[in-house]
């Protein structure tokens, strides 16, 4: 019965889709930010990045990071993470990719699939912090990380639809420290997900 348990969970190896996604996703915003000296932070969002002559730097980060995310949470499963929060977790980063795919040029389907990936993401990890499974950490930097993303980007939609104005701050400070830290988060639980294979012939090797 374990064994067939065992064959049935996914490659410990697919854990660093959860570590180079953002790592790629935010490279990207980087180094477009620096070949864009129109960009200010003090008044652009993210999403002009995606709409100028490098415009492709971080739409095609935010859909590798989105397709690579589909892999992570099918990783997940080894640390015990419930399906129906997989699949919030799925949406939610394919909703990213989408962001890549449909720019500021597209206006509101933009900004339908951007609300959905920077509210439903910190949900799922809140609920998926819930479950004993997860190491202790984790599960406290999901619960305090995930509230705090959300509490940014309500301020961040604050920005959009003009109840909320921070002197010399652009939309773009709010989404960069959300995407921060919801990276940060997936790289933790990749780390966690690709040590699983590890413990298990740590574990062997002992008894």
Known sequence: MNTMKNEQMPPAILGITGIAGPII???FILIDVGVSPWFLWSRNALSDLGVHQYGYLFNS??????????FFVISLKRIG????????????GLSLA???VFNEHFGY?????ALIYF?????SIIIASASATLPGFLRIYGIAGSATAIAVIIVGIGFVF??????????AVPEFIEAV???????????????TDKNKVSNRSVS
Do not use: C, D
């Open 61 to 70: 980060g935010l859909i590798v990071e989105g397709i690579l995310n589909v």
């Open 81 to 92: 993470i419930a399906r129906y929060v997989q699949a919030m977790m799925i949406a939610s």
């Open 109 to 113: 389907i933009h900004l339908l699939f």
């Open 181 to 195: 830290i919801l990276a940060l988060w997936s790289i933790f639980a990749g780390l966690v997900v690709y040590g």
């Open 162 to 171: 003009h109840f909320v104005t921070i002197k010399n701050v652009g939309l």
């Open 25 to 27: 996703a935010i490279s």
């Open 119 to 123: 509210i439903l993401f910190p949900v």
């Open 98 to 100: 989408m962001v890549g």
